[in-house]
């Protein structure tokens, strides 16, 4: 079933900021529309949930200090965005091998 506002959202996405209520609002309602089609209520669900999951965390990540949704690109105390810092920290523990040469 389609949602009519975010009020209406399931218990696990009400700890999203609104903004990204609204784009799992939006998400889910879409991709509900575009799986008429499904074998099933159930699996029509799963992929609009799918979706609108994969919407949110397109554009949020979970902070890992806080466990608060933020914006991707969103700056910290340090004025660096908490994406790039765990894009850093996760690089920097990647070890390197030689390339081959084509």
Do not use: C
């Amino acid at each position: 079933m389609q949602y009519e506002s975010i009020n209406d959202l399931p218990k696990i996405v009400r700890n999203l900021p609104k903004p990204a209520k609204t784009l799992y609002l939006k998400a889910f309602n879409s991709a509900w529309d575009e799986y008429g089609e499904a074998e099933s209520e159930s699996s029509r669900e799963k992929a609009a949930q799918e979706a609108a999951w994969s919407a949110v965390k397109g554009e949020y990540e979970k902070d890992e200090d806080t466990g608060e949704w933020v914006k991707i690109g969103a700056e910290t105390g340090s004025g660096k965005s908490r994406h790039s810092l765990r894009h850093r920290r996760n690089r920097g523990s990647a070890t390197t091998q030689p390339r081959a040469h084509a």
